[in-house]
């Protein structure tokens, strides 16, 4: 599958700053990439599909104007949580189908723990 | 409405043993069946995938069984080892166009004791 990277691991910000994640693809050109978000001993939500050139495609309840997607480039996607609150503080995990084909599977980047005080 | 419904939530099982995870889906379109494996504070890594036009692969210890007509599908782990200790995911998507997403289970926590 794709070599993803995610950034950063980990962050901590105060309650209404803004927080920007990166997924980066390193080895495949995605037009497309998926953010998922992950409670404590709880399955993956997605949140929102990235597409590259376009704007993102948000999953229902899924605030657009918190969490603003960017897809510049067929290997860059962010994820940049607004004004941040505690009830943001969670797991967040960037996904990057192969192919359209979704037999050649699907790969993870190691999620970023985000934690707002 | 939750289309892939995972279990058992949490399994406990001996080294040596066998560990089995049941899925059961809804929507018949799916047509990509992957489980996942996750450690605490990483992102899910690919374990096995099946599709639909098979009923059963085997890779090393691990071993997907897709049953059709009853919508279900499991992962079994033979001689299970305390480094799987983790939690496994089971997804369906379907292929084609926007519409590849994955829709994951529930999740199951296995703890396999020494």
């Known amino acids: 599958g794709a070599v993803v990277s995610q950034h950063p691991s980990w962050v901590i910000c105060k309650s209404g700053t803004s927080v920007k994640i990166e997924c980066r693809s390193l080895?495949?050109?995605?037009?497309?990439m998926f953010w998922y978000r992950q409670f404590p001993k709880q399955s993956l939500m997605l949140m929102a599909t990235?597409?590259?050139?376009?704007?993102?495609?948000?999953e229902q309840g899924v605030e657009k104007d918190k969490f603003l997607i960017n897809h510049a480039s067929l290997t860059l996607s962010t994820l940049t949580v607004t004004s941040a609150h505690p009830e943001d503080s969670s797991f967040y995990i960037c996904?990057?189908?192969?192919?359209?084909?979704?037999?050649?599977?699907?790969?993870f980047g190691s999620g970023t723990r985000l934690t707002v005080v | 409405q939750q289309q892939v419904k995972q279990s058992p939530q949490s399994l406990i099982v001996q080294k040596g043993g066998i560990s089995i995870i049941n899925c059961a889906y809804e929507?018949?379109?799916?047509?990509?069946f992957p489980w996942y494996q996750q450690f605490p504070g990483k992102g899910p890594a690919l374990l096995i995938a099946?599709?639909?036009?098979?009923s059963e692969k085997k890779e090393g210890r691990f071993t997907i069984s897709f049953n059709k007509s009853a919508k279900q599908f499991s992962l079994h782990i033979m001689d299970s080892q305390p480094g799987d200790s983790a939690t496994y995911f089971c997804?369906?998507?379907?292929?084609?166009?926007?519409?590849?997403?994955?829709?994951f289970g529930k999740g199951t926590l296995l703890t396999v004791n020494p």
């Open positions: 996904s990057i189908p192969r192919t359209a084909v979704a037999y050649y599977g699907y790969t």
């Open positions: 080895d495949f050109q995605a037009t497309t």
């Open positions: 990235s597409n590259e050139g376009s704007k993102a495609t948000y």
């Open positions: 929507n018949t379109a799916f047509d990509y």
């Open positions: 099946i599709r639909p036009d098979v």
């Open positions: 997804a369906a998507s379907k292929s084609g166009g926007s519409n590849y997403k994955l829709t």
